[in-house]
């Protein structure tokens, strides 16, 4: 939850630089695809069968094109949506779509909760890496047309409280469910995580900066191995 929460301070007080924020971006979306290729989608094959990690992956990846068709988009460079002049409802526009994504992130890293602490550690650390530029996104516009600093941080920090209904709610749910329906669940967030990734994160990582990028891909890929070690 302090992802946003840092976000939204950051974006009421000075915005960073683009290759700051692309560079974090990059190393979440690292974190994301390792964790799903290394870890979601291994378990999910472990407890049931491959057919229902594949139904899982699909089902996971058309419920965010789904979502992804009536939210907007988060730019880095620009912290705007992709259509849209009007900065005022492009803010709360932003704020909304982000709470929407939101939800199904807490959800993903109560995933721990049927695996190991470990894996929803690694789930929560990207998540709230690639929720910070998000976070920044939402309050930088409202605040630059409401003039309201102490507004603006809170309206946006209030992104955060998706996360915790959403991870509150697949912990409890978890106690209720066959192991089938959870390696489908977990296959589920695996493409959820790999649709946002590949969508939303790397093409915005890459904006306006170099091929160093890739670096900090890779790093957060080795971050995931490193840490499967322990």
């Known amino acids: 939850m302090l992802g946003p929460i840092i976000g939204s301070l950051i974006g009421v007080l000075k915005r960073p630089t683009l290759a700051y924020m692309c560079n974090m971006l990059c190393f979440a979306a690292g974190v994301m695809l390792g964790i799903s290729f290394l870890e979601l989608i291994p378990e999910s094959i472990h407890i049931s069968s491959v057919g229902v990690c594949v139904g899982g992956l699909v089902t996971g990846s058309l419920v965010m094109?789904?979502?992804?068709?009536?939210?907007?988009?988060?730019?880095?460079?620009l912290c705007a949506q992709e259509q849209g002049c009007n900065l005022q409802r492009t803010s709360v526009y932003l704020i909304l779509?982000?709470?929407?994504?939101?939800?199904?992130?807490?959800?993903?890293?109560?995933?721990?909760?049927?695996?190991?602490?470990?894996?929803?550690?690694?789930?929560?650390?990207?998540i709230a890496i690639h929720n910070?530029?998000?976070?920044?996104?939402t309050s930088a516009p409202f605040y630059?047309?409401?003039?309201?600093?102490?507004?603006?941080?809170?309206?946006?920090?209030?992104?955060?409280?998706?996360?915790?209904?959403?991870?509150?709610l697949a912990r409890h749910l978890f106690g209720y469910i066959t192991p089938t329906v959870i390696a489908f669940i977990i296959g589920a967030t695996a493409g959820l995580m790999i649709y946002i990734t590949v969508d939303e994160i790397i093409p915005n990582s890459c904006a306006g900066t170099d091929h160093q990028t890739i670096f900090f891909l890779l790093s957060g890929i080795i971050f995931v191995i490193l840490l499967g070690l322990i």
């Not at 939101?102 to 690694?122: C, D, H, L, R």
């Not at 910070?132 to 996104?137: K, L």
């Open 144 to 168: 630059h047309t409401t003039g309201n600093r102490l507004k603006s941080f809170l309206v946006s920090s209030s992104t955060a409280v998706p996360i915790l209904i959403g991870y509150l």
């Open 132 to 137: 910070i530029p998000e976070g920044i996104c």
């Open 97 to 126: 779509g982000i709470f929407l994504h939101n939800f199904p992130e807490g959800m993903a890293i109560a995933i721990g909760a049927v695996t190991e602490v470990k894996v929803s550690f690694i789930i929560a650390l990207a």
């Open 65 to 77: 094109y789904g979502v992804d068709r009536i939210i907007p988009h988060i730019h880095p460079e």
